[in-house]
Nanobody, 123 residues
Framework: QVQLAESGGGLVQAGDSLRLTCKAS????????VGWFRQAPGKEREFVAA????????YYSDSTRGRFSIARDNFQHTAYLQIYTLKPEDTAVYYC????????????????WGQGAQVTVSS
């Protein structure tokens, strides 16, 4: 059974940094690209970042490029999303997802999803 488990969310102050972790199990991790998405209240789920199995291909959305950093550790079956200089508009549930092959930016392209981690940024 494939499981993706996010952790590291919480209530933070604007300007803080935060690292989210996505621990994968039940799949051959190196065969999958990992993506991070977020969903704010009343909004659609949106792409944040994605990384290929070997770190050679990394995508960021226009709104996250520069303050977000995605990484992975294949030995630990874990992916990370580092967020710097958090803003109130970063408040959302953050999801990690996995897709076979190259990374994608579309929500519907991903096969496996975690339950999400709430990040709340107070001003």
């Amino acid at each position: 059974q494939v499981q993706l488990a996010e952790s590291g969310g919480g209530l933070v102050q604007a300007g803080d940094s935060l690292r989210l972790t996505c621990k994968a199990s039940g799949l051959t991790f190196i065969n999958y690209a990992v993506g991070w998405f977020r969903q704010a209240p009343g909004k659609e789920r949106e792409f944040v970042a994605a990384i290929s199995w070997n770190d050679q291909i990394i995508y960021y959305s226009d709104s996250t490029r520069g303050r977000f950093s995605i990484a992975r550790d294949n030995f630990q079956h874990t992916a990370y999303l580092q967020i710097y200089t958090l803003k109130p508009e970063d408040t959302a549930v953050y999801y990690c997802a996995a897709v076979w092959g190259p990374p994608k930016e579309e929500v519907h392209s991903y096969t496996y999803w975690g339950q999400g981690a709430q990040v709340t940024v107070s001003s």
